[in-house]
Structure formats: structure tokens, C-alpha cells
């Protein structure tokens, strides 16, 4: 009978699975700064005085998010090329999951202004501070900080999300792992290493976002 | 007769079905003080409020040094942003709740506007700020954010950020109303100072009647979105000619008392 576990294939396929876990990291961070990027400026075009920019993006962020991350990822796949854009699975990847949890993000960036009181926009009136320097001098700065733990929330949900990656061909943690049970005939052992990376990497992120909190919670008494 | 530096004709607001303002015409000379009496819901901060431009009024004209506050134009709404600023330009004002930056020290605070608005370089700025929170009595507080500072001193480190752009007008909206007893006295002492001065048009909700006494030139009473008194702080305090004055300064003397 064979061993239910074999920790020498363990051994084994542990630097075979690096490369993959450098994938996932990758795509995860790419995917994040895109998403912040963007989900800050689908907030920012909802306070904007013209109508059309509100409405506009208002369907596009209730649509993304309405629709599947799987049915988005294969949509861009198949159809950036297409359109003429040339992107490599991993680069098609990153902006679906960016665009994906942008649609998110933008919805926590708003929660996070709407926090910001009234009384701060006010003074920022009065001192006759413009628009635009209000939004970035005044209440960003304070809308940000309490909604760290929702966007670090996000980044480790978008982490766990990168396997969707291995349906367009992205070679990251799981589609590696599956290489490597079908060329050993074991999938214990590789699917267990995945989910281990993952939840280390899930819980190293969630104390370093936690630490970043209690930084800014300090700073600010 | 000089024109007048604040002028209202026929304000009103409504906000929703309620009747805020109903109908305010007010003149104000430039460099008077004046108090604004009333019961708390009256509309006194709706007034201030629609002075500083932080709210339009439903109907009604207001002018600034002349000019009429709100204008639509052809051009749409970045003229009327942009004229806005202008009249703005003229008007500081100070809030019950202080709205100091959280985020930022004392002497940001105050800096920020000089140098966002009035583009004035950064040492030239802080120069200008410590001038000011040196007025206030704060210049050994500049490094400390709000967070650490008391209700009093960030009432003083908001007239210092209010006063650092040199407004013609300065608007105080009940700013003593949020702090302890005890630290009321050093917050009004800078007011008169400033009253005493006259360089600038102070308009200030206040329920100290002596303070409005001391240094007010006119003394409005407000009460259900009207004006119904309006004249020197003697005359309206000792001798007011309608009925419901009189029954809003008995009760704040029992207040008082208490």
C-alpha cells in the first residue's frame, strides 16, 4: 500500500512550486495596485459635478461587480486580442482581477469619504480651499485610514482569487500543482503544499495590515 | 451713506418642507460687530451659513463688498464655482466644532489655506501662521496635532487658521458653545481683542449676553426665521420691544443662573 503522505515528494517538489508561488505574489500585487489605482478613480468620478461621469460609472462598477470574476477573466481572454491588444495571459490576468476588485474598491473608497464629517468639508469651504485640494489634501487623508483593514481585506481575497489565473493558461500555485500530480500520479501532496502557501501568506498578510492599523491608530492619538 | 459690506434682501432657505429663513433683509456697515441672539433652531447657524456660502438660499439676493454672491451664468457651473471663491475670498469662519484637520499639526493647520489658496511659499507661510497662533496665545502648541490639544485651544488654533487668510468679514458661529466653562473666558478675550481692533466685520452667534455687551455695536435676535430686534446691545437686552425677547433672555438668565 502506498503512504497517504510522501513527504519526499514533498521535498521534492518544494522548488518546483516556487516559481509558481513568485507567480501568484505577482499577479496578486499587480493586480492590487491596479485595483487601488482604479477603484480610487471610479470613487472620485462619482463626486464629480458632471451628471454623465457619475451615471456612467456608476453602471460600470454595479455591473463588475454583478458579474462573475471567472466570466470577466475569460472575457477579457478572448477578447483584448480581438481588439487588436496583444497581452500576455499573466498581464490579461492582472487587469481582470484589478478591474474586478476596482469595482470593489471603489465602493470602500466612497465609505470611506461618506466617513469623513461634514464639518470638514465645511472648513475646507470656508478656508476657500479648492476642489480638488480638498479632495487631497483635506478628506482623503482622513478617509483613508479607517478603511485599511476593508482594502487589506480585499488584498488577501484577491490573493485566494489568483487560481481563477490557471483557466487562461497562467501557470501560478494551483495550475502548478496540478503539473506536478499529473506527472507524479499524487495530488495530495501538492494540493495540501497550496493550500499551505496560501494560508501562511494569507495570515502574514492579515498581521502586517493589522500592524499598519494600530501604526496609523497611534499616529493619530 | 458708505454701502454696506453685508447686504441681504428678502433670504429665505428652506430645507425640505421646512421654512428655515423667512425673509431676512440685513445690512451690515463694514467693520461692525455684531451679535446674533436667538433660541437654539431659530436659524442663526443657517444664516452664518449661507453668509460664509457653504449653502444657497432658496430665494434672495446676498451681496459681499457689492457683489452678489451666487451668479448663473452662461458659462455654467465653473464661473459660478470660480465667483464663488472670490466672494469667499473676502469671509472666514470660525465653526462650534472646531473642523480642525485631524491629520494635520496646529501650524499645518493654519499654513494649508495661505499656501493652497493664497500660493504663498512655505516659509513665508509659516511665518504668517506662528504670527497668528502666536496671537492666539498657541505658538509653544504649533507641533501638537488637535487630538492632543484642548477644546479651547483648538477653538484658538481655528481662529488662527480662520484670521491667517485676512478676511474683511469674520463669521463665529456659536464657538464657545462646545467647550467647558472654564476655558470660555480665554477664547472670548480673543474676540474682543479682535472687536476692539475694528479691522474686520465680526458677526458672531453667542448666548453671553455681557460678552455681546462688551463688544458687539448691534445685537440681532433671531427667532423662527425672522429678525425681530435688531439694535445696540443696551437697547435690546434692557428695553426689548417685543414680547417673545423678552422671554428668550429671561430664560437664558435662568440658565445662567442655574
Given at each position: 500500500m502506498q503512504n497517504l503522505f510522501d513527504w519526499n515528494l514533498v521535498l521534492r517538489i518544494f522548488p518546483l512550486l516556487l516559481p509558481a508561488l513568485c507567480t501568484t505574489i505577482e499577479a496578486t500585487l499587480l493586480g492590487m495596485i491596479v485595483a487601488l489605482i482604479l477603484g480610487l478613480l471610479f470613487a472620485l468620478a462619482r463626486y464629480s459635478p458632471a451628471y454623465a461621469v457619475k451615471k456612467f460609472t456608476a453602471?460600470?462598477?454595479?455591473?463588475?461587480?454583478?458579474?462573475?470574476?471567472?466570466?470577466?477573466?475569460?472575457?477579457?481572454?478572448?477578447?483584448?486580442?480581438?481588439?487588436?491588444?496583444?497581452?500576455?495571459?499573466?498581464?490579461?490576468?492582472?487587469?481582470?482581477?484589478?478591474?474586478?476588485?476596482?469595482?470593489?474598491?471603489?465602493?470602500?473608497?466612497?465609505?470611506?469619504?461618506?466617513?469623513?464629517?461634514?464639518?470638514?468639508?465645511?472648513?475646507?469651504?470656508?478656508?476657500?480651499?479648492?476642489?480638488?485640494?480638498?479632495?487631497?489634501?483635506?478628506?482623503?487623508?482622513?478617509?483613508?485610514?479607517?478603511?485599511?483593514?476593508?482594502?487589506?481585506?480585499?488584498?488577501?481575497?484577491?490573493?485566494?482569487?489568483?487560481?481563477?489565473?490557471?483557466?487562461?493558461?497562467?501557470?501560478?500555485?494551483?495550475?502548478?500543482?496540478?503539473?506536478?500530480?499529473?506527472?507524479?500520479?499524487?495530488?495530495?501532496?501538492?494540493?495540501?503544499?497550496?493550500?499551505?502557501?496560501?494560508?501562511?501568506?494569507?495570515?502574514?498578510?492579515?498581521?502586517?495590515?493589522?500592524?499598519?492599523?494600530?501604526?496609523?491608530?497611534?499616529?493619530?492619538? | 451713506m458708505q454701502e454696506p459690506i453685508i447686504r441681504m434682501v428678502k433670504v429665505f432657505k428652506k430645507v425640505g418642507d421646512t421654512n428655515i429663513l423667512k425673509g431676512i433683509d440685513l445690512n451690515i456697515p463694514a467693520t461692525e460687530t455684531v451679535a446674533v441672539i436667538g433660541p437654539s433652531g431659530s436659524g442663526k447657524s443657517t444664516l452664518m451659513r449661507l453668509l460664509m456660502g457653504l449653502d444657497r438660499p432658496t430665494s434672495g439676493d446676498i451681496e459681499i463688498d457689492g457683489e452678489p454672491m451666487w451668479v448663473d451664468s452662461a458659462e455654467g457651473e465653473k464661473k459660478k464655482i470660480e465667483h464663488l471663491r472670490h466672494i469667499r475670498s473676502k469671509i472666514g469662519m470660525v465653526f462650534q466644532q472646531f473642523n480642525l484637520f485631524p491629520h494635520f499639526t496646529a501650524l499645518q493647520n493654519v499654513m494649508e489655506a495661505p499656501m493652497q489658496v493664497l500660493k504663498m511659499e512655505r516659509k513665508a507661510a509659516q511665518q504668517r501662521a506662528e504670527e497668528y497662533l502666536e496671537l492666539v496665545g498657541l505658538k509653544d502648541k504649533m507641533d501638537a496635532y488637535p487630538a492632543k490639544l484642548s477644546g479651547g485651544q483648538k477653538q484658538r488654533v481655528a481662529i488662527a487658521r480662520a484670521l491667517a487668510m485676512r478676511p474683511k468679514i469674520m463669521l463665529f458661529d456659536e464657538i464657545t458653545s462646545a467647550l467647558d466653562p472654564e476655558l470660555v473666558g480665554g477664547v472670548l478675550n480673543i474676540l474682543k481683542s479682535l472687536a476692539a481692533k475694528c479691522e474686520m466685520t465680526m458677526i458672531l452667534v453667542t448666548h453671553h449676553m455681557n460678552f455681546a455687551e462688551q463688544c458687539a455695536d448691534r445685537v440681532l435676535f433671531i427667532d423662527q426665521g425672522e429678525i425681530i430686534e435688531d439694535g445696540k446691545a443696551v437697547q435690546v437686552f434692557r428695553e426689548p420691544s417685543h414680547e417673545r425677547t423678552r422671554q428668550f433672555l429671561e430664560a437664558l438668565i435662568e440658565h445662567h443662573e442655574q
Open positions: 453602471v460600470v462598477v454595479e455591473f463588475i461587480r454583478r458579474t462573475p470574476l471567472l466570466v470577466q477573466v475569460y472575457f477579457l481572454f478572448y477578447m483584448l486580442p480581438a481588439t487588436g491588444l496583444q497581452l500576455s495571459a499573466l498581464t490579461t490576468g492582472v487587469l481582470a482581477l484589478g478591474l474586478h476588485y476596482a469595482a470593489y474598491c471603489s465602493e470602500v473608497y466612497r465609505a470611506g469619504i461618506e466617513s469623513v464629517p461634514s464639518g470638514q468639508w465645511d472648513a475646507a469651504s470656508a478656508l476657500n480651499l479648492s476642489s480638488a485640494c480638498t479632495m487631497y489634501r483635506v478628506i482623503l487623508p482622513q478617509a483613508l485610514v479607517p478603511i485599511l483593514p476593508a482594502l487589506s481585506n480585499y488584498l488577501i481575497s484577491m490573493f485566494k482569487d489568483t487560481p481563477i489565473l490557471s483557466a487562461i493558461t497562467v501557470v501560478e500555485l494551483l495550475q502548478e500543482s496540478k503539473i506536478l500530480g499529473s506527472e507524479s500520479f499524487r495530488y495530495t501532496e501538492p494540493l495540501t503544499m497550496v493550500g499551505i502557501f496560501f494560508l501562511t501568506l494569507s495570515l502574514i498578510c492579515a498581521a502586517l495590515s493589522r500592524q499598519l492599523e494600530n501604526h496609523f491608530a497611534l499616529h493619530r492619538k | -
